[in-house]
């Protein structure tokens, strides 16, 4: 207003723009010496960038859509297509150029290849951290999970949402930015970096940031597809995702089932050669930087077989009855698995297990160094769900018996370092004791937030929409780190783990990795990196230079 000649700004606003024009606003502004570099880069919400990097809603189509329902934004995007009901389906639809969407009431890790041939996955269970939102952001595909109104009825393939039934073949629209579910086909546009102004932004953020920014992947496309977005090394690959494949799973299965350590060895020296060859082309992905490999973490019985055929083959397998290995299946039941058998208590019972993933790390590694003098891989084994140092040295104990028999076999001068998670939060408040064997720590926030709050990373969703109703929690805590309560015990063994070796590495590789806010925790506690799903290290960049220049 003007009021006697003089000019008041009664309110201002932040001018609202996509993601494209915000990075080219931001350029042009540093080129018209309006900003500094610094100012520009703090002007782009880090998240937006997601819309460069996914496909989105055309935003006519968008804005006259309404949302049937709407869940968890578990991995951004947009994704339309036909309805599918099983893994199978969306496989053999997709092959034959149809676009399709895969709705499960969760995924499984044998889900795997119909996600890959998915346009979006929608799961009626699950969190932040489940299956579907962890490999679907791996992949970088949509995905909306935990839509518990979803009333399914898989063995007849439709579902019903508010009303109205939808059946295989039926469009829907997902969009994994927001959770909105839509009951028809909207269209898509697909991602764009181009232009330039992208990589400007990238580079910038490069130049300011000190936190290094890693990925969380363990196939060579994502490990790939991250280095190509900048990630600077692996800060974890789960192992396990490595099994389901149909040539191994048979085999971890025998590894499951077996009497005596003379099988189980017997079943992991098949494995071992498919793990080596694995872990070589990670190392050749990521053209010597750093490969943090996680040993054996989740509970044994999500391997064995459900369907009555898998059984029986297994059964004729390892010479038993059908009987013996539904018992053996039944007695592989945990009223808490996420509490359970898992992790490291694994490598406790079965070290030979240890050993195989031990010596498939180090051959691998001096071959691909044999092969590349010039990259000096040095592998990182990281021992998961440690709560206590005797466990970690017993783990370890078999890793480095294991691995310097090897490197001196082959004559090789390979450098390897062992280290853990930090996930468990006996192991955050003993830090200073685990750091005297561990050379690094990886905090694995996903388990660390599960445990802290007491309540699972799985099933947390069926009542967390109450909590924000009725503003007890603001976010959800498997997404954005709470710094309050979690937070204090990252920085408690942060600061711990550096008095006992100060040149420790520390990094984050729980979802929170991605997640800006978490990003500046991160760096503002001293971590040396912060790891994430590959779609996310772009954001992962800014994020991270956005933190150094506010703290500077
Ligand atoms: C974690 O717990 O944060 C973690 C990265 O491991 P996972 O999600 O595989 O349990
Ligand atoms: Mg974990």
Redesign the pocket.
Known sequence: TVEHGKLYMLQTRNGKRTATAAIKIACDLIDEGMKTEEEALLMIDPKQLDALLHPQFDAAALKAATPVASALAASPGAACGKIVFTAEDAVEQGQAGEKVVLVRLETSPEDIEGMHFSQGILTVRGGM?SHAA?VARGMGTCCVSGCGAIKMDEANKKFTLNGREYHEGDYISLDGTTGNIYGEALPTVPASTEGGYFGRIMELSDKYRTLQVRT?ADTPKDAAQAVAFGAEGIG?C?TEHMFFDPDRIAAIREMICSDTVEQRKAALSKLEPMQQGDFEKLYEALEGKHVNI?FL?PPLHEFVPTEEKDIELLAEAQGKTVEDIKAIIAGLHEFNPMMGHRGCRLAVTYPEIAEMQTEAVIKAAIKVNKAHPDWHIVPEIMI?LVGEIKELKFVKKTVVETADRIIAEEGADLKYKVGT?I?IPRAALTADKIAEEAEFFSF?????TQMTFGFSRDDAGKFLGSYYENKIYENDPFARLDQEGVGQLVKLAAEKGKSVRPDIVLGI???HGGDPTTIEFCHNVGLTYVSCSPFRVPIARLAAAQAAIKQK
């Open positions: 951290t962890v969380n974890l789960r996680r973490d998961p998670m996930e694995g926030t996903n388990d660390l590789c729980g979802e």
